[in-house]
């Protein structure tokens, strides 16, 4: 979603603003804008439709100059993208907003303040919280009190940064659903939408939790909690790395985050597998005990999230034994729910803010949850905050829009919740002791499939023409086939959809003509027989069938069949091994395509609003 990014400092912030707006990019826009106190007392605003570049270019052209100041990068919801409605919003000469979220009540607000007498110059909710702090201020309250006063008439999820230009000494910011960290400098201080925006100028963070309400000064801040006391919150240093959102010599931050996969796990695994076991620990102190009780397991996820969760509850079901319901977010934070006795609540996010996620997670705790467990990769997002116990994937900074690696170590964490399961459940030691094995010889099953990546290169020209695809799997490989056909519609834009392999007589089968690429994951598992049954049917109906199979599944390439090897796994694995191609085949096609990979179009990173 939108980026904020905020400073206060004895130097000129404009350069700051702009190299943090660069590093939200990955968060997905479609304009950008800062706002900065200029030195004759004024406001000096650049906004900008489209890329953040043609905003540096702005700033090149009409150097701005200022101490204190305000950025944004706008993804659109009320109002098209377009100049007028990119942030900063002004009101008068002497206010300037920045803000992420809806505001649901923005239209009442809105026919208040036109019969008040203010002119809107936007369709965005945004603009009434502007217009509502400027009226505080003119009534003569300082900028913190203005902000305090309006919060409390916004209904909706909001992050805020506001700056008056009358008061040079101060930034205002606050959070209610929206996620905001503070950097802290010497003698200068910042606001962003997330850590990463300013790593170049510090690598020390508050994250301000719900309700909080902060003022940042040159020497210091001061942090109100939701019920207006004033609160010390933790200074904790980040250990990423500052070049950590640089491409390097791949061509896409996707490509890159691909390749990364393999140490992306192998992190992920360190210090959380023993020699023959998993290690308890790895979830926290009280895990073994609230696993060990756990008699259901409910996972709540959106998106590629979520295919993450439908592979662990084969896992789930055929090891550990207990029941498995998997849930959209969107969907179970708006219907009503049945607690199974003694059940582990899992939630599964790459950022840790995905709003439907936090809500769902927030209804579990109030209906009666035995405990919640989160998988994240951000150990100061709210999602790891508000859970009992946490596994942290180590995926490190993710900035493509369409998820990998992160999707990958999200199956590595699940799969280690599985045997934790299974163990407390009398799984056999030398079966734990194979599935260990199995994750240990992970890393190097990677980089077999990631060594044939120029053959999935020329695979990819089949499909640039193509206006579907399907994607056939089953077991535990329908959720890959699931997650292949996300990735390419996401990042190519052909529509493609997945089905288990055994469901085409039921409908899909209707589709299949020469026109229809179907791709198949196919491992040598239990279903492999089934699975080629399924598959002679496309090829009866004039189907081109590009099937993913390791080296032991006996199928030949002939006319019809494009046959891609990978090394052969073993079952358990195969989810997260046969992944990866469908990832590379997505890339390759997009790239052919020439469509923004790493930004595709209409889509967000961290989905922070319903």
Same mark, same amino acid.
């Given at each position: 979603m939108c980026g904020i990014v905020g400073a206060i400092a004895q130097r000129p912030v404009a350069a700051i603003l702009l190299e943090g707006l660069k590093r939200l990019e990955y968060r997905g826009y479609d304009s950008a804008g800062l706002a900065v106190l200029s030195a004759d007392g004024g406001i000096c605003r650049l906004r900008t439709l489209g890329k953040v570049a043609k905003l540096v270019d702005a700033v090149a052209a009409e150097p701005v100059g200022g101490t204190v100041g305000i950025a944004h990068t706008r993804w659109a919801t009320h109002g098209e993208p377009s100049t007028e409605n990119a942030h900063p919003h002004l009101s008068g000469d002497r206010c300037a907003i920045v803000h992420n979220g809806i505001i649901e009540n923005h239209a009442a607000l809105r026919a208040e303040q036109i019969a008040a007498g203010h002119r809107f110059t936007s369709q965005t909710d945004t603009e009434v919280v502007v217009h509502a702090i400027y009226d505080e201020l003119d009534a003569g309250y300082s900028l913190t009190d203005a902000v305090r006063r309006t919060r409390g008439r916004l209904e909706g999820a909001y992050a805020l940064g506001v700056i008056d230009a009358r008061d040079p000494t101060r930034l205002v910011a606050t959070r209610q659903g929206s996620p905001l960290v503070i950097g802290v400098g010497f003698q200068e201080h910042f606001i962003a939408s997330d850590v990463f925006a300013l790593l170049p100028v510090t690598n020390r963070f508050i994250f301000l939790e719900e309700g909080d309400l902060a003022e940042l000064r040159l020497d210091g801040v001061? @942090?109100? &909690?939701?019920a207006g006391d004033i609160v010390e919150r933790p200074v904790r240093e980040s250990r990423v790395a500052a070049d950590s959102a640089e491409r390097g010599e791949y061509r896409h931050f996707m490509l890159k985050e691909i390749f990364e996969q393999p140490r992306a796990i192998a992190d992920t695994l360190e210090g959380r597998i023993g020699a023959e076991r998993v290690l308890p620990e790895a979830f926290g102190l009280e895990a073994e005990a609230v696993l060990a009780t756990a008699r259901a397991v409910t996972i709540v996820a959106c998106g590629t999230s979520y295919h993450a969760g439908l592979v662990a509850k084969y896992w789930i079901e055929a090891l550990a034994n207990i029941p498995c319901r998997v849930e959209v977010a969107s969907e179970y934070r708006y219907r009503k729910h049945v607690v199974p006795e003694d059940a582990l609540f899992v939630t599964i996010s790459q950022s840790g803010e995905t709003a439907d996620t936090l809500a769902a997670l927030r209804i579990a %705790? /109030?209906? !009666?949850?035995? %405990? $919640? #467990?989160a998988i994240c990769n951000v150990p100061e997002s709210s999602l790891v905050r508000e859970s009992d116990l946490v596994l942290l994937t180590h995926a490190g900074p993710e900035i493509g829009v369409a998820s990998t690696k992160a999707f990958t170590t999200q199956l590595v964490a699940l799969l280690l919740l599985t045997l934790s399961l299974a163990r407390t459940r009398g799984m056999d030691a030398d079966a734990e002791a194979r599935a260990v094995g199995l994750l240990r010889g992970l890393t190097a099953k990677l980089e077999e499939v990631l060594a044939i990546d120029a053959r999935i290169a020329e695979l990819a020209e089949h499909f640039i023409e193509k206006k579907h695809c399907l994607f056939l799997g089953r077991g535990e490989e329908y959720p890959i086939a699931m997650e292949g056909a996300l990735k390419l519609k996401e990042i190519s834009y052909i529509h493609a959809e997945a089905y288990p392999a055994g469901e085409l007589k039921h409908g899909p089968l209707a589709l299949i003509d020469e026109d229809m690429p179907v791709v198949a994951v196919a491992p040598n598992n239990a279903l492999l027989e089934k699975l080629k049954s399924n598959l002679e049917e496309v090829r009866a109906r004039g189907g081109q069938l590009f099937v993913f199979a390791d080296t032991q599944v006996p199928m030949q /390439? /002939?006319? !019809? @069949? $494009?046959? @891609?090897? #990978?090394? /052969? $796994? !073993? &079952?358990l694995i195969d989810p997260i091994v046969f992944t990866i191609p469908m990832q590379l085949l997505a890339y390759h096609v997009a790239t052919l395509k020439g469509t923004d990979v790493d930004q595709p179009r209409n889509l967000a990173k961290s989905v922070t609003v319903e």
């Amino acid at each position: 979603m939108c980026g904020i990014v905020g400073a206060i400092a004895q130097r000129p912030v404009a350069a700051i603003l702009l190299e943090g707006l660069k590093r939200l990019e990955y968060r997905g826009y479609d304009s950008a804008g800062l706002a900065v106190l200029s030195a004759d007392g004024g406001i000096c605003r650049l906004r900008t439709l489209g890329k953040v570049a043609k905003l540096v270019d702005a700033v090149a052209a009409e150097p701005v100059g200022g101490t204190v100041g305000i950025a944004h990068t706008r993804w659109a919801t009320h109002g098209e993208p377009s100049t007028e409605n990119a942030h900063p919003h002004l009101s008068g000469d002497r206010c300037a907003i920045v803000h992420n979220g809806i505001i649901e009540n923005h239209a009442a607000l809105r026919a208040e303040q036109i019969a008040a007498g203010h002119r809107f110059t936007s369709q965005t909710d945004t603009e009434v919280v502007v217009h509502a702090i400027y009226d505080e201020l003119d009534a003569g309250y300082s900028l913190t009190d203005a902000v305090r006063r309006t919060r409390g008439r916004l209904e909706g999820a909001y992050a805020l940064g506001v700056i008056d230009a009358r008061d040079p000494t101060r930034l205002v910011a606050t959070r209610q659903g929206s996620p905001l960290v503070i950097g802290v400098g010497f003698q200068e201080h910042f606001i962003a939408s997330d850590v990463f925006a300013l790593l170049p100028v510090t690598n020390r963070f508050i994250f301000l939790e719900e309700g909080d309400l902060a003022e940042l000064r040159l020497d210091g801040v001061t @942090i109100w &909690d939701r019920a207006g006391d004033i609160v010390e919150r933790p200074v904790r240093e980040s250990r990423v790395a500052a070049d950590s959102a640089e491409r390097g010599e791949y061509r896409h931050f996707m490509l890159k985050e691909i390749f990364e996969q393999p140490r992306a796990i192998a992190d992920t695994l360190e210090g959380r597998i023993g020699a023959e076991r998993v290690l308890p620990e790895a979830f926290g102190l009280e895990a073994e005990a609230v696993l060990a009780t756990a008699r259901a397991v409910t996972i709540v996820a959106c998106g590629t999230s979520y295919h993450a969760g439908l592979v662990a509850k084969y896992w789930i079901e055929a090891l550990a034994n207990i029941p498995c319901r998997v849930e959209v977010a969107s969907e179970y934070r708006y219907r009503k729910h049945v607690v199974p006795e003694d059940a582990l609540f899992v939630t599964i996010s790459q950022s840790g803010e995905t709003a439907d996620t936090l809500a769902a997670l927030r209804i579990a %705790k /109030e209906s !009666g949850y035995a %405990k $919640t #467990l989160a998988i994240c990769n951000v150990p100061e997002s709210s999602l790891v905050r508000e859970s009992d116990l946490v596994l942290l994937t180590h995926a490190g900074p993710e900035i493509g829009v369409a998820s990998t690696k992160a999707f990958t170590t999200q199956l590595v964490a699940l799969l280690l919740l599985t045997l934790s399961l299974a163990r407390t459940r009398g799984m056999d030691a030398d079966a734990e002791a194979r599935a260990v094995g199995l994750l240990r010889g992970l890393t190097a099953k990677l980089e077999e499939v990631l060594a044939i990546d120029a053959r999935i290169a020329e695979l990819a020209e089949h499909f640039i023409e193509k206006k579907h695809c399907l994607f056939l799997g089953r077991g535990e490989e329908y959720p890959i086939a699931m997650e292949g056909a996300l990735k390419l519609k996401e990042i190519s834009y052909i529509h493609a959809e997945a089905y288990p392999a055994g469901e085409l007589k039921h409908g899909p089968l209707a589709l299949i003509d020469e026109d229809m690429p179907v791709v198949a994951v196919a491992p040598n598992n239990a279903l492999l027989e089934k699975l080629k049954s399924n598959l002679e049917e496309v090829r009866a109906r004039g189907g081109q069938l590009f099937v993913f199979a390791d080296t032991q599944v006996p199928m030949q /390439e /002939e006319p !019809g @069949i $494009t046959v @891609i090897r #990978l090394p /052969e $796994t !073993g &079952d358990l694995i195969d989810p997260i091994v046969f992944t990866i191609p469908m990832q590379l085949l997505a890339y390759h096609v997009a790239t052919l395509k020439g469509t923004d990979v790493d930004q595709p179009r209409n889509l967000a990173k961290s989905v922070t609003v319903e």
